[in-house]
């Protein structure tokens, strides 16, 4: 985590992301875009343990956590484990096919880090099967 995202003081701007993005930029674009299509808002929080991140959320079910990283954005879902062989027949899902299966317990934690914006399919898929699962 960039120590500006760090500071309760220093609220990420779109120009602090877009810096500590660097090339990485147009994912935050898109994956935001793509948590909107869905239904879910992205907003901004402070937590003492973590610094800025944000939180999509859609009906008041977290989605997703979002963290910008110095030259990716790294996202986190969390699945009840019940739905491990729906994740494993999402063919945008083979990429992560081996996280999924080796998730221990009772959810399935899954983090991704993106750099480019040529790897969202992921991403689109573990949203929408999130907002179906509600």
Known sequence: MSQEFGEEA?????????????DAA?????????????????????????????????????????????????????????????????VALATIRDQIIEAP???IALSLGLSDASALDPVVALIAVKVQAR
């Open 26 to 90: 147009l994912v935050w674009t898109q994956a935001v875009a793509a948590f909107e299509d869905a239904g879910a808002t992205v907003e901004w929080r402070y937590y003492r343990d973590g610094g800025w991140l944000a939180k999509a959320t859609s009906r008041r079910q977290t989605i997703a956590w979002l963290r910008v990283e110095p030259g990716q954005l790294r996202i986190s879902f969390s699945f009840p484990a019940p739905l491990r062989d729906q994740l494993l027949d999402e």
């Open 105 to 107: 317990g009772r959810s």
């Open 10 to 22: 220093s609220p990420p701007t779109p120009e602090s992301i877009a810096a500590a993005l660097g």
